[in-house]
């Protein structure tokens, strides 16, 4: 099922979303004039700089899981590193440095940078 | 009797607050998740005895791995619980302690790791803490034991709280956020030269050339303190001993009972290697062997423990290990290993899910060498070279990877991603590495002296009634045919399910060529665990994972020595 909408696209729809999210959301939006953010995972946070986490995309026990590790809506997120070859994430909240899966990471969606 | 339960997350100090209330001896380490079996403990107040538990790290009630399973369990049970909390992260430690005062149990909340608060620039007010919660509240330091006379002291005052109420997940979290609005007071703090080495230990481009450096200088490190702790101290205490145990001998004449204690005498004299009697090899092999190295190997291995070193080691290296099914909180068992396996089939408890638990725990028994395996190889090899040692390891490695990869296709089941919190580096406590070190080798000790004796007896028993021959003659087409080795070699491979580093005694009067040499010491290793990594992981694993494993190792040992016959001698 897709999340965000809540129908079920089928496997080719949800290939053709993929796409599509490859194609507008998944790239790094340097060039905007303006400065002009849209939603993006953690992952694509520039090392060593901190933004909002505004959603967690997942069902209940994921959030419930990020929430005990202090991964919350509304918090300060600061990404420490990424490790090559779709490892793991190191992020920093509450003065906390959490290693996360690189699936995982790409689930937590930031708003504007701090 | 009251049952007291001690709570908390991973890696806030609860072991050593435990030690603390009981005076025991309990392993805390700078690592989520080094709690996997409870500890139980004793503490008098007044006339009344209490019953305390050491329950292992959990984020919450709702338990998602074995280890917070056993913690939910343990507070089901208790009738007062110690709640201990990070007091340098008290907003998310607080979750815990919101679903502990739901339950109605009698609490008492220790803020452990006070003294760092303030180098944090946080402050607490403990008493609206302890209005909101309507508990008592106590702050600590468990490592100096400052605080825990009050914590003793307020003991009787823990009670159920009033305030705190069941609750929604989403409303528990505001709830935290009114309480820590109201308690904390957070004055920004500078960055420090700890938070940089930090971050570039867990950076990939310079976290894995230190990584390197790290793991070499540790492993020479643990050789370099073993041969002093050899030659200075274990040698001389064996050179005083052997006219002592001469005197044994000739008293006792040839016969059954010299054979027995003293062993074969070679060029009439004790080969405290050879001869194989109890009271020789069967004391100079873990004494003057094996035991020097454990030492200097706990010792490193508890130095690393406390700063909080492998947390990063996981992160950096999660990746290598997702590739053999696993993830980076392998790194543990896998470093443990090295000491001995049976600590480190029992560290797999802490990896999320069957098959993860099921691969590490069968690669660590392939090919991990514990240090008894090391003597055995350093012991058999080290008279021809490093490169036949280098050889073996290498041989391992390969074999390490090989089934690494093989386990990750041929077990069913997943191996979630890694998600783990880093500690802030810490310094290591002297006093706390010295008793760790301390409290292992006495562990070691207990565990494989008694393997050792038993394995000498047996292999003399077994030698006097001939069972020996008979198996060298059964097992001969395999060792000579496939292995390549003089079928003498039978009754080492034997022996070595009981005690390794015995077989070198075994091995060493054969004869053998040194390339022969390398294929037995790998075989040995590979081939079986000891006696006492079988018993764990059958314990561990149940008995259809362990058959399962059995047949695996038995089967990578038939192809390995196969393989390296045709590499090695050509034939």
Redesign the interface.
Known sequence: MNRSTGYDLGPFGRKILWLLHLLFIHRPISGVPGGIRMEQPVTSLE?GKTAVIIRLEGG?LFR??M????I?EGKSIRL?????????V?VEI???????????ADRVIIGDMV | MKKIVLMGNPNVGKSVVFSRLTGANVIASNYPGTTVDFSKGKMCRGREGHEIIDAPGT??L?P?NRAEEVALEMFNQADLIINVVDAT?L??NL?LTLQILERKKPVILALNMWDETHH?GISIDLEKLENALQIPVVPTVALSGEGFLDLNRRIDEARPSNTIHPMQ?NDR?IKIGEIIRNVQQVTH?HHTLWDGI??AS???LT?FPLAVVVIFSALWFVSFIGEILITHLFAPLFDLYTPFAMDISTRLGPGFLQVLLIGNLIDGRIDYVQSMGLLTTGIYVPFAMVLPYIIAFYSVLAVFEDSGYL?RL???T??IF?RFGM??FAVIPVFLGFGCNVPGVLATRTLETKKQRFIAATLLAISVPCMAKNAMVFGILGPYGVGYIILVFATLFIVFVVSGLVLNRLIRGDS???????PPYRKPDVATVLKKTWMRVLWFLKEAIPFLFLGVLLINLLYAVGFVEWLGVLFAPVIQGWFGLSKEAAPALLIGFLRKDLAVGMLLPLGMSPMQLVIATTLLTVYFPCVGTFAVMFKELGIRDMITATAFMAGTALVIGGIMRMILLGI
Not at chain 1, 80 to 88: D, I, K, N, S
């Open positions: 090392q209940f419930k899981k929430g005990e590790m202090g919350r420490v590193a990424l490790q090559p070859f779709h490892g793991p190191v509450d003065e906390r440095e959490i290693t996360l899966g690189h699936g995982m | 984020y919450s709702e998602s992260n907003e998310r979750y944090l997940e979290w703090r930090s971050e867990i950076r990939p976290g947390p996981s992160t950096l999660d990746t997702h993830h980076g979630p991603e890694i998600c783990l919190e880093i």
